[in-house]
T-cell receptor
Framework: SQQGEEDPQALSIQEGENATMNCSYKTSINNLQWYRQNSGRGLVHLILIRSNEREKHSGRLRVTLDTSKKSSSLLITASRAADTASYFCATDEAGNMLTFGGGTRLMVKP | DAGVIQSPRHEVTEMGQEVTLRCKPISGHDYLFWYRQTMMRGLELLIYFNNNVPIDDSGMPEDRFSAKMPNASFSTLKIQPSEPRDSAVYFC????????????FGQGTRLTVV
């Protein structure tokens, strides 16, 4: 079953703009992860944020976590055409296994 | 390490046939996960293993699905008999410490049952 839910389901922006995707989950977590999936490929880990962290950065990626609202956001700054992909959040709500949301399909137009 | 290796990459089979999907996890990873991805249902966890032992198979849709991990470097997911609704992309992933660290995914097996 899917625990995390991403919003929006699809996002189309111009190259150079910022892209923000949101994720909500239902119960308590120890960590939340974001993954990227290019068309026809496997998922690639982007960033992990633990429940005692509020914000984390990795290159052009910024992730925030609000445990009181059970939500997280992924911000991609200065987007590039190569960022076109689906982005998923995943939580450890169910224990030792990751449960994934439905994903956000991001299209970055050159 | 070459990463998680899945085979075959594509499989087309007729309804009623047996299908076996294979996975080689990253060496040293104690956790192995099988996921199924469809447009309708997204990414679903089917089963996961810890130290070659199945821990949670509650996501396995029916008795037609079975998974084994005979050793630390090999796992199979078998569907017998296969049905058209089993058509999906099946992913194998491994991690060193369950869900507390990143998981590494294989490239997936695209299964089409006709």
């Amino acid at each position: 079953s899917q625990q995390g839910e991403e919003d929006p389901q699809a996002l189309s922006i111009q190259e150079g703009e910022n892209a923000t995707m949101n994720c909500s989950y239902k119960t308590s977590i120890n960590n939340l992860q974001w993954y990227r999936q290019n068309s026809g490929r496997g998922l690639v880990h982007l960033i992990l944020i633990r429940s005692n962290e509020r914000e984390k950065h990795s290159g052009r990626l910024r992730v925030t976590l609000d445990t009181s609202k059970k939500s997280s956001s992924l911000l991609i700054t200065a987007s590039r055409a190569a960022d076109t992909a689906s982005y998923f959040c995943a939580t450890d709500e169910a224990g030792n296994m990751l449960t994934f949301g439905g994903g956000t399909r991001l299209m970055v137009k050159p | 390490d070459a990463g998680v290796i899945q085979s075959p990459r594509h499989e087309v089979t007729e309804m009623g046939q047996e299908v076996t999907l294979r996975c080689k996890p990253i060496s040293g990873h104690d956790y192995l996960f099988w996921y199924r991805q469809t447009m309708m249902r997204g990414l679903e966890l089917l089963i996961y293993f810890n130290n070659n032992v199945p821990i949670d198979d509650s996501g396995m849709p029916e008795d037609r699905f079975s998974a084994k991990m005979p050793n630390a470097s090999f796992s199979t997911l078998k569907i017998q008999p296969s049905e058209p609704r089993d058509s999906a992309v099946y992913f194998c992933a491994s991690s060193s410490r369950g869900s507390s660290v990143e998981a590494f995914f294989g490239q997936g097996t695209r299964l089409t049952v006709v």
